[in-house]
């Protein structure tokens, strides 16, 4: 089992040139994508910029605006915004704060990683065991269930610190 940690205590300052008041964490790196928790102080910004993947700005707390070319709209938390491949994109926040997921694929659209996503149902036989080095119902025996947990978060309440906006 593999935990990512992210979000207080565990930010950088993220943002490609220009950008302020803005920290994150990459959550998931890999050639076909990433994936990121960003946190927007008031008065934050992310500086306009073009990428060539595909990006969704995804708000789970608080709210602030995005830009697109040049369009600006007003984002609150459980709002997604497309970053289209190739255009010039922002995000900053007024006296509010704000919490958003980046979730960024590679390539303009999916036909830069062919077959990743692409798969087809069987429906098996009741009876049916699975091996985890062959095809359903090819043989093998039933894959054990995994037992774990998250790992134990050792925070303090000394350790909180208001100023970040975060919920103790």
């Known amino acids: 089992m593999d935990v990512r940690r992210f979000g207080p205590g565990h930010r950088k300052p993220e943002g490609p040139p220009g950008s302020r008041g803005v920290t994150g964490q990459v959550i998931h790196a890999d050639g076909r994508g ?12 992310i500086a306009p910029h073009s990428n060539p993947n595909t990006t969704y700005f995804i708000v789970i707390s608080g709210g ?5 070319g040049n369009e600006r709209s007003r984002v609150n938390h459980g709002e997604a915004v497309l970053w289209p491949s190739g255009e010039p994109h922002g995000a900053y926040t007024d006296g509010t704060e ?63 610190d208001a100023s970040t906006g975060e919920p103790w």
């Open 34 to 45: 990433i994936v990121a928790e960003l946190a927007f102080q008031p008065y934050a910004m």
């Open 98 to 160: 704000m919490r958003a997921l980046v979730v960024e694929f590679r390539g303009a659209d999916d036909s830069v990683t062919p077959g990743v996503i692409e798969g087809a149902g069987v429906e098996l036989p009741a009876d049916a065991t699975v091996d985890r080095d062959e095809r359903p119902g090819s043989g093998g025996g039933r894959p054990e269930r995994a037992e774990g947990g998250l790992a134990e978060r050792r925070l303090l309440r000394s350790d909180y």
């Open 64 to 68: 602030g605006f995005v830009q697109v």
